[in-house]
Structures are given as structure tokens and as C-alpha cells.
């Protein structure tokens, strides 16, 4: 008896405090110019009769998509006068339309509410989504949380909905709670009030409505209001502490609504079955006497069958309202219902008090939402604006700071050193993981291992250094299955008892409470959903490109409690993401588009990839058109290319600099220096700094391959080639090609011997770089090839960089260059191109390499970043300043030493929009690459316009790659 009567004890206790409550708590519909808003809710409420005024109570559901429910709300407005519409399933241009209709129809204007906890795609098609609450929860910087609550209400404003009901404030205490789980921001008061807060600030910043539901507390049930009656155990001290705690932070710091759910709360309604939502001891009683909530109550929809069981359709709506709701959401009989109320009013038992004070509340809503100047919502532009590019930069702030890192045994995470490391991918769940693995495979070579057998997976899996493990489940519901399979707990359990394994959850953290033990996997991370951004983010962090800062917004036993999360740093590898969030305007690079549709058209080249990277994160890559016209092949991201020229720089170069280092060349080493046998040639005395300028007076370039060709016959001489290896033909050319394995020999030596030019100027040479690549290979006593892999594209991850692609990728995989009829006599695809190159086996120090824009692209950050990357140093800041001057600018030399540099005047290699600190290389076959310091920018152009004719010059005359670099500059902000 004693608990029986408990509440009404407590209820009194509750009223005195309520006294100093309701001082403090202001009206949350009230406006700043509230003379006004009242004389305008006094002349609205005065006008209209007695079925109107009751008609205002009414917010019926419809589906945009359905054209019955339309009729039904045209004859809800006719007939009962309602006052509000909750929006479902549709498209927002269609919503858009009819809300136009029906406000027009109206006599009063509608208040519109929708379900959008998180975004306007709750429910509608073309629109865009924020991460669930549980992700949310898991954001240590609620400014961002401040933004995602201020995103979702932009784009309800702009569709013209007034009312989101939201933020979800359960605490979801019960991990197996079939109807909030995720929609909830944590399992402790704190977590959830602090985020929700942060929230409904965003909400009410963009003049939305908020409402705090579902009162007194959905978080702790397992069964769903929409199929039965859930039933809350607590006490009253315990829903005090805990379930309302929320409900009074938020309500003290403006709350414009609460929607009461249907719930048995024995602690706080004596008669048992009765749902809160029809309880005036629950919603008179405790929320606004004990509570001092002044705002909306809107029950929840009155359909579900937690309050539809045991009550009839209208009648359940009366006893809704003399409960104390003042919105009666989602009627089943609005008829029935609207004529109960008029009786009960005429019989007296609705007062006129008791109906001017919820009808005056819904009035004063509508006013400070603005109705009382409604303007029709603008169909034009609305799905755009309803996705605009700051959405998605948001986006992936939320995911990326929700990540969280909760087990780091020995900081596998991230993984620093991969040179020769061996990583596997293996997927678990019923959903897709590609998003998740391709971005894998952007850090480092990352196989994707797979067996119809355990045993068979463990035997392949044998080989690997690490084992990503990515568990994938559904991300199109936030009440999909998350657990994992019984195999799938097996097979995890093998495979981590026999490898280091980075475990990785794209869904809710309670998927961990299945794994029995933890003590074999190294490292857990929980990306929270499976969206692509997600599944980026989530790869981002394995490597280090950002960091981990999330933080458990849930326990997972006692091995996870609420809070866990390792914070990482980063160790200088290329994120990906969006322009906006490094000061780009997403909007303005997508002009690149028609610049490369008119080159593609107009035959410039066939295709391309392009990569733009801004202060360490790559914001654009694309790829374009076909490897050939004949539109046989798409390129993609790992489209290989013929670099051309950009050798230089990205193979050459950085070997250079680093003996530069090391003490063994310097600026004033000498040909005849790095050439002893040389000691008489004319070139002896020419300085490396002054060849790699060039302004050595060396020729620009000499065509080795005419004198191994009959002139007349356009025929190869015998003496020079065969069409299979020997020992004396060792070397190949191209396909069915090798020629003498002494040409090496021949041309350095038709270099040391030729003229110098008379005049000492600029003029641009390749042969400084035929010497380079002789002088290393016989240093190291090793091959450029090799010498490049092993100090340069190990390191940072190019794996889809070198020389001699052929002996990496499929012949498919790598974009063709020109139908030679002169020398090769054959369509040149997975050899170089450059004919000097060509000879040299395919290995030169002036042309060669083979890479795809994602893999220059890491080269030029590097460059950037002062020469590391990834946690190594290849390179030190100074000695990069150094070979990044010009030097004789004033003798009208742009270059540095390797290094192009912008144009002195007018005509050059850049938009003239890039800094004096800029540089980069261009390639003859269609390539570009450009670095600028001072606005931490990349740009990579690949392409092969060469194909199938090197005459075809278009590309150079109507100068597209520096076109598009000046969209680049004209997108940056700030």
C-alpha cells in the first residue's frame, strides 16, 4: 500500500519544489515581441468556433507518396479545421507542393511536423542523413552535435516543417531495447543530456521546434511501443534520477516540446495498464506541475498499439486531452474523435480554460515559427538545397570524431611501417565492405582473403603480418540486426587466435557483448554504421592519415565501460574528404567537369585521373572518360599511367637530394666528377646544380633511337635488335623488341660527346638526367627500379608506382600511349613511351615511371610536408627548400634545381595563380603534377593524350591542365 500511495506523497513533495521550478522556467513559445504574438493568438483564437478550436488539437499523419491520404487531409481541413500535419514516407518536392496546397486551404495556418532525428531522409527520399544518435554520442565535441541538431533543422525550415520531433532523450540502459537502441545517445544521463542539449540548441538556432521524447523514458524496455504496451519496473527515485534527469536540464534551458510515449509506469500512475500517455498524474502531475514544463505536450501517435489495444479510436483522443496532452498526434478517427471532444465540451467536462490553454499554445507555436506571415515553400532548387556541400563536410566531421578506438594492444593502431608489411582484409557480415577495403588499398597494397572454409581462410591468412577484420552490417535502418552469426563469432575467435587482427564494427557497439573474449584480437575499432563515410574514416584511422577521438557512449561488459576510447595522432598520411572542411568550395571544383567533357569531345585525350589534395586530405578525385576513343576501357583509380617527365622529379630527384644528404653530391659535384672516365669530355666541369637547372648549355635532347634505324626503309637494323632475349639482346624495348645490352654504354657516351650549345640560357634538357640514372645505379650498384622501391615507394605506400608495370599489373590495367609506325612499329602499352627511356630497358632517369594520381600525389605531399610521410623521413625540410629556389631568376631561369617553378612572365607551366613557392614537372604524354607551400595544395593530372598520336598537341594549345589548376585556386575560401 505503502509504494501504492508513494506517488501521491511524492507528489506534494513535488509541488513545492515545482514553486521555484516554474520561477525559473520561461514560456518556450513565448517571442521576443510577445505583446504582439499575444494580441495575434487572441484575435486567431477569438475567430474561430468552437469545432475549430478543437480541430486545432489535431495533427493527422500523411504520406506524400500517397495520393488517398492527400484526399483524406483536404477533407480534414474542410470539415475539422485541423491544425497540423506530420509528414511521412515521400520526396520532399511532392511534400513541398502539398504543403503549399493544404496551408492554402487552411483557414488557420498548419503546423508541420516531421521525424527527422536524424535528417529529413527518416522519412523522405533526395534528402540527406546525419549519423544515428549512438554515433553521436560517441562525438567528444558537441559543437559539432550543436551543428548536426542546426543541419537537420535548415533543411526542415527550408521544406517548410516547423516541428522535428527531436532530440530522442531515452537512456538506453538495455542494450536489447528493440525500438531505441541507436536512436539513443548513451546509456548515462549525462552523455544523453549533454548531447541532446547541444542538439536542440542547432534546432532552435535555425528556428525549429524541438521536442524531448518519449516521457518519462523508452530507454529501459524490451518490447516496442508499437506492438504492445511496454511496461517500466523503476521506482520513482530511480526515474527521477534518471529517466527525467534530461527532460529538466532541457526543459530549464528551453524546450519548445515533449512528446509523451506509451508506457505502463507503475511508479508514477497507480492504475496499472494505463499508458503515460493517458495518465494526468504522469503528464498534469509530474511534467507540468512537478516539472514546470510550459510548452507543447504532443502524444505520441495515438495508433500505436501501446495505447490502441485497450482504448477505442476517439475515444483514447478525450482521455489524451483531459490527461493533459495538448497535441493529439496521428488520430485514427479524427471524426469520431473531434465530435467526442465537442461533447465533452458542451457537457461540460472540457472546460474552456482547460481548451484555451493547449488551443493558445498551438497558436503561439505557429507564430513564432513565423505562420502568421506563411510563405509558400520555393519547389525550385529544393533537393539541392536539401544536400548542400557544407552537409557532407559536416558529415564527416561527425563520423570522423565518433570513431572510436576501444582496444590498442601495443599502438597496432595506426599502423606505421609498411614497407614489405603483408595486410589482409577479411570480411564478416551481410553487407557491403568494398567502400571500406578500396580506401584500404589507397595506404598500401591490402588483399582481400576469402574460403568458403575456416580452415581454408587460416591457411591463406598464414602469410600476413596483419588481418583487418571488417564487420559489416545493414545501414539502411537504425533498428537493423547488428549481431554477429554464430559462425561468424567461430571463425573471428580462429582467426584472431592465430593472427594480429584489427577487428572493425560498421554497427551498433552492442554487436561486441556477443564476442566471449577479447584477449586475442589487438585492436577494436567501432565505426558505429556502415555508411561509406564510415567505412572511409574508419581506414583513415588503421593508417594514420587521421586521428582516433571518439569515446564509448555505451559499456560493453565490463571489458569496455561507458567512455572507453585510445586517442591517436597521425602520422602524416593523405586523408580523403570534403573541400569545405579544409577552406575549398565544392561547388566551384565542379567545373572541372566541363572543362574535361570539352577535352574528352573534343579529343584531347581520351581520359584522365585527377586528384587535388588541400592541407593533407585528398577533396577531389576523378576519373574521366576511357584509356582509349574507342570507349573499350573506363579509367578508375588505379588507371596506371605513363608519368613522362614528372620521372624527374617523383624517381630521379629524391635520390639525388637524399646523397645530397648523405654528404655525396653536393651543387658543385662535377660531370667529370661523377664520370671519372669522362675527365677529358667538354662537359667535365658542368656543375649538377646548374645541369639540373638547365642552364648547362646542354642540348635539349638527343634522338638515340634514329641511328638504330635503316632511314630509308623505316626498318630496325639488325645489329641493334631481335625480336626475343639472348644474352647479347637483353634488353627490351617493347613487345617482341630487345636490343643490344651495350646501348647503355653508347649513349653516354653520344652524351659526353656531343656540343655544347655556344650561348649559356635556359633551355629545357632531358640529358642531365640519362647521367643521373647511370651515376646511381653504378653508386648503389643496383637498378633504378630498385633503388626506387626500396627508398622511396615502400614507404610511403605507392605500391602502384614504378618502372616496368608489366611485371605488376595487368596489361588492361595500364593506359596506352601511341601507335609508334616509326620505331616500335606497335601500339606502346605497359612500356615507356619515350623512346630514349625505351632503349634503356624501360628504366630511365628522365622518363619510365608508371603510377596512378593517387600514388603521385602521396610523392607531392611528401615534398610538402618537409619530406616525411607515414612516419618516415625520406627527406629533410632544408634540402627540399634547397632544390625549391630559383636561383637565376634573374638571368630568367624559372626553374629550381630539378624542380619547374611558375612563370617569371605571362607564358609558363601554371595558371599564374600558384605561389613563387610553388613547383612541380609536366609530362609529355599528357601528365601534370603541381605543389604549392603556402596554400598546402596538390594537384595531379594524369592522362595519355599522346594516344594514338603524339602530333595530337590540343591539350597543350588550349592549356587544360592549367585551366583546371585555376579552377583549383578560384575554389579556395579560406
Not at 92 to 110: C, D, H, R, Y
Not at 205 to 234: C, N, Y
Not at 682 to 704: C, E, G, T, V
Not at 908 to 917: D, F, H, L, R
Request: glycine share 6%; net charge neutral; charged share 25%.
Amino acid at each position: 500500500m505503502k509504494l501504492r500511495k508513494a506517488p501521491n506523497f511524492l507528489f506534494f513533495f513535488g509541488l513545492l519544489f515545482s514553486i521555484s521550478l516554474q520561477a525559473q522556467v520561461m514560456d518556450p513559445l513565448q517571442t521576443s515581441d510577445a505583446t504582439a504574438q499575444q494580441k495575434w493568438v487572441d484575435s486567431v483564437y477569438n475567430s474561430l468556433s468552437l469545432e475549430e478550436r478543437i480541430g486545432q488539437l489535431y495533427m493527422a499523419s500523411i504520406w506524400s507518396q500517397n495520393d488517398r491520404e492527400a484526399d483524406s487531409v483536404r477533407k480534414w481541413i474542410d470539415k475539422y479545421h485541423i491544425g497540423g500535419l506530420i509528414f511521412s514516407k515521400g520526396g520532399p518536392v511532392k511534400q513541398a507542393k502539398l504543403t503549399n496546397e493544404f496551408q492554402q486551404k487552411s483557414k488557420v495556418p498548419l503546423l508541420v511536423g516531421m521525424d527527422a532525428e536524424w535528417g529529413l531522409a527518416m522519412r523522405l527520399d533526395s534528402t540527406f542523413a546525419i549519423p544515428w544518435n549512438m554515433t553521436l554520442g560517441a562525438v567528444q565535441d558537441d559543437q559539432l552535435v550543436r551543428q548536426a541538431g542546426a543541419a537537420i533543422s535548415r533543411h526542415a525550415r527550408r521544406l517548410g516543417v516547423h516541428f522535428n520531433f527531436a532530440p530522442v532523450v531515452d537512456i538506453n540502459t538495455n542494450p536489447d531495447n528493440p525500438i531505441i537502441g541507436n536512436r539513443s545517445f548513451g546509456e548515462t544521463r549525462e552523455i544523453v543530456t549533454k548531447k541532446a542539449l547541444a542538439f536542440m540548441v542547432g534546432m532552435h538556432q535555425e528556428k525549429v521546434l524541438s521536442t524531448a521524447k518519449h516521457f518519462p523514458g523508452h530507454g529501459d524496455t524490451e518490447s516496442d511501443s508499437h506492438k504492445t504496451l511496454p511496461s517500466i519496473g523503476f521506482d520513482r527515485e530511480r526515474i527521477d534520477t534518471i529517466e527525467l534527469y534530461p527532460y529538466k536540464k532541457l526543459i530549464s534551458a528551453g524546450l519548445s516540446s515533449v512528446m509523451v510515449a506509451h508506457l505502463d509506469v507503475p511508479a508514477l500512475e497507480e492504475r496499472r495498464g494505463l499508458p503515460a500517455s493517458l495518465s494526468k498524474d504522469i503528464i498534469t502531475g509530474i511534467l507540468k506541475k512537478n516539472m514546470g514544463f510550459q510548452g507543447l505536450i504532443f502524444t505520441d501517435a495515438l495508433g500505436m498499439k501501446g495505447v490502441s489495444r485497450d482504448n477505442k479510436p476517439g475515444e483514447v483522443d478525450l482521455n489524451a486531452f483531459l490527461a493533459g496532452n495538448d497535441v493529439l498526434l496521428m488520430s485514427e478517427d479524427i471524426a469520431k474523435s473531434s465530435a467526442n471532444l465537442v461533447e465533452a465540451y458542451n457537457n461540460g467536462i472540457i472546460t474552456e480554460d482547460r481548451l484555451a490553454l493547449s488551443v493558445k499554445k498551438i497558436l503561439r507555436a505557429k507564430y513564432k515559427v513565423g505562420l502568421q506571415h506563411f510563405k509558400p515553400i520555393e519547389t525550385e532548387s529544393l533537393v539541392h538545397d536539401l544536400n548542400m556541400p557544407r552537409d557532407f563536410a559536416l558529415n564527416e566531421n561527425l563520423f570522423e570524431s565518433a570513431i572510436t578506438l576501444v582496444k590498442n594492444n601495443k599502438a597496432i593502431v595506426p599502423i606505421k611501417k609498411i614497407t614489405n608489411k603483408k595486410i589482409a582484409y577479411v570480411n564478416l557480415g551481410n553487407d557491403d565492405g568494398s567502400v571500406f577495403l578500396n580506401e584500404l588499398k589507397k595506404y598500401t597494397k591490402v588483399d582481400w582473403v576469402k574460403s568458403a572454409s575456416l580452415s581454408g581462410l587460416l591457411e591463406k591468412l598464414k602469410s600476413y603480418d596483419e588481418v583487418v577484420v571488417g564487420f559489416h552490417k545493414p545501414d539502411n535502418s537504425p533498428w537493423a540486426s547488428y549481431k554477429f552469426s554464430s559462425q561468424e563469432l567461430v571463425w573471428l575467435h580462429e582467426i584472431a587466435r592465430e593472427n594480429r587482427v584489427i577487428l572493425s564494427v560498421f554497427t551498433k557497439p552492442y554487436a561486441l557483448l556477443d564476442v566471449k573474449s577479447f584477449s586475442n584480437i589487438e585492436s577494436i575499432i567501432v565505426g558505429y554504421q556502415n555508411h561509406p563515410m564510415a567505412q572511409q574514416k574508419v581506414a583513415q584511422l588503421i593508417f594514420g592519415a587521421t586521428e582516433a577521438k571518439g569515446k564509448l557512449p555505451v559499456s560493453i561488459r565490463n571489458e569496455f565501460p561507458v567512455g572507453t576510447g585510445f586517442q591517436t595522432k597521425t602520422v602524416n598520411r593523405l586523408a580523403y574528404g570534403i573541400p569545405e572542411n579544409v577552406g575549398m568550395n565544392s561547388e566551384k571544383l565542379q567545373e572541372i567537369d566541363s572543362i574535361m567533357k570539352v577535352a574528352i569531345d573534343e579529343k584531347m585525350t581520351p581520359g584522365a585521373q585527377i586528384i587535388v589534395a588541400r592541407r593533407g586530405k585528398v577533396i577531389f578525385q576523378k576519373n574521366y572518360g576511357y584509356q582509349t576513343y574507342e570507349k573499350d576501357i573506363p579509367v578508375t583509380d588505379t588507371t596506371i599511367y605513363d608519368l613522362a617527365s614528372m620521372t624527374k622529379i617523383l624517381a630521379t630527384l629524391p635520390i639525388v637530394m637524399q646523397l645530397d644528404e648523405e654528404g655525396v653530391l653536393s651543387f658543385d659535384t662535377t660531370i667529370g666528377e661523377m664520370f671519372p672516365e669522362y675527365s677529358n669530355s667538354n662537359k667535365k666541369n658542368i656543375r649538377l646544380q646548374d645541369m639540373l637547372m638547365h642552364y648547362a648549355r646542354l642540348s635539349p635532347w638527343i634522338p638515340f633511337y634514329i641511328s638504330t634505324i635503316d632511314r630509308k626503309t623505316n626498318t630496325l637494323l639488325p645489329d641493334y635488335y631481335q625480336e626475343s632475349a639472348s644474352a647479347d639482346f637483353n634488353t627490351q624495348v617493347a613487345s617482341n623488341m630487345f636490343i643490344r645490352k651495350d646501348i647503355g654504354d653508347t649513349i653516354v657516351k653520344t652524351i659526353m660527346d656531343s656540343d655544347l650549345r655556344k650561348k649559356r640560357e635556359y633551355l629545357y634538357s632531358d640529358l642531365p638526367y640519362y647521367l643521373l640514372k647511370y651515376y646511381l645505379e653504378r653508386h648503389f650498384q643496383a637498378s633504378l627500379q630498385s633503388l626506387t622501391q626500396q627508398r622511396l615507394y615502400q614507404k610511403l605506400g605507392a605500391n602502384n608506382t614504378g618502372y616496368l608495370p608489366l611485371t605488376k599489373f595487368d596489361t588492361l590495367q595500364i593506359a596506352p600511349t601511341e601507335d609508334d609506325k616509326l620505331w616500335r612499329h606497335q601500339l606502346v602499352r605497359g612500356f615507356v613511351h619515350d623512346q630514349g627511356a625505351a632503349m634503356q630497358g624501360g628504366i630511365g632517369g628522365h622518363a619510365g615511371l608508371f603510377s596512378n594520381a593517387n600514388d603521385v600525389a602521396k610523392i607531392m605531399q611528401m615534398y610538402l610536408d618537409g619530406g616525411a610521410y607515414g612516419g618516415e623521413k625520406l627527406l629533410k625540410p632544408e634540402t627540399i627548400e634547397k632544390y625549391n629556389t630559383c636561383y637565376y631568376c634573374e638571368q630568367h631561369v624559372r626553374r629550381g634545381v630539378g624542380f619547374d617553378k611558375p612563370q617569371l612572365g605571362e607564358a609558363g607551366p601554371t595558371c599564374n595563380c600558384a605561389s613563387k613557392s610553388s613547383f612541380g614537372h609536366s609530362g609529355f604524354t599528357g601528365t601534370f603534377t603541381w605543389a604549392d607551400p603556402e596554400e598546402e595544395i596538390v594537384y595531379v593530372f594524369l592522362s595519355n593524350r599522346v594516344y594514338p598520336d603524339s602530333n595530337n598537341r590540343k591539350l597543350i594549345r588550349e592549356d587544360i591542365r592549367s585551366n583546371i589548376q585555376q579552377v583549383i585556386y578560384n575554389a579556395i575560401e579560406n
